[in-house]
């Protein structure tokens, strides 16, 4: 199975900061790389996918990069409906995984 | 709108049955692959179960193969679980998710989930 990890597991942050979450996945998954959303008591919420492709819907401060094993989901500019937990998922092979997630929270 | 409402969690006893459904609606469920994906209290994300368009391929984590069984019934449009020898680790949140239309097999329709508690 590909496993997978985020770093920092958790950060504090002021809105309006700029914030990095990087997620590596064990091996090569090409671009086969999700990004969510969770808040608390809520569903996960896709926020993008294909590594880069932002969903339809999601604000423009969403921003992922990164091919193979190394990816990064950037928030440009941090408002505050955007602290919750974030969790990345590759969808290269079975099973999928994901990683153990990042919460953002506030300073 | 595109919903997806699961039913069937509650408090059950290890070494007992239950059996999950997600009710689809707003979009041609027959279309798309469904997962089930769970998350324990205060935990992660972990995938669970995967069942083709069709019902015809299904895939299995290690920690529910041979308890679990992932089934579809097009005609209602309805996604179920069936969860067998339940033991205290199956405790979770249960979403259903589709599969989107994207190459990276994203999940972009999720349900709110139905709590799944096992206890003696």
């Known amino acids: 199975d590909i496993q997978m990890t985020q770093s920092p597991s958790s950060l504090s942050a002021s809105e309006g900061d700029r914030v990095t979450i990087t997620c590596r996945a064990s091996q090569s998954i090409g671009s086969y790389l999700n990004w969510y959303q969770q808040k608390p008591g809520k569903a996960p919420k896709l926020l993008i996918y294909?590594?880069?492709a932002l969903q339809s819907g999601v604000p423009s401060r969403f921003s992922g990069s990164g091919s193979g094993t190394d990816f990064t989901l950037t928030i440009s500019s941090l408002q505050p409906e955007d602290f919750a937990t974030y969790y990345c998922q590759q969808g290269y092979s079975t099973p999928d995984t994901f990683g153990p997630g990042t919460k953002v929270d506030i300073k | 709108q595109v919903d997806l409402v699961e039913s069937g969690g509650g408090v059950v006893q290890p070494g007992r049955s239950l059996r999950l459904s997600c009710a689809a609606s707003g979009f041609s469920f027959s279309n798309y692959p469904m997962h089930w994906v769970r998350q324990a209290p205060g935990k992660g994300l972990e995938w669970v179960a995967v069942?083709?368009?069709?019902?015809?391929?299904?895939y299995y984590a290690d920690s529910v193969k041979g308890r679990f069984t992932i089934s579809r019934d097009n005609s209602k449009n309805t996604l179920y679980l069936q969860m067998n020898s339940l033991r205290g680790d199956d405790a979770a949140v249960y979403h259903c998710?589709?599969?989107?239309?994207?190459?990276?097999?994203?999940?972009?329709?999720w349900g709110q989930g139905t709590m799944v508690t096992v206890s003696s």
């Open positions: 998710a589709r599969e989107g239309r994207f190459t990276s097999r994203a999940f972009d329709v």
């Open positions: 294909a590594a880069f």
């Open positions: 069942v083709s368009y069709d019902g015809t391929s299904k």
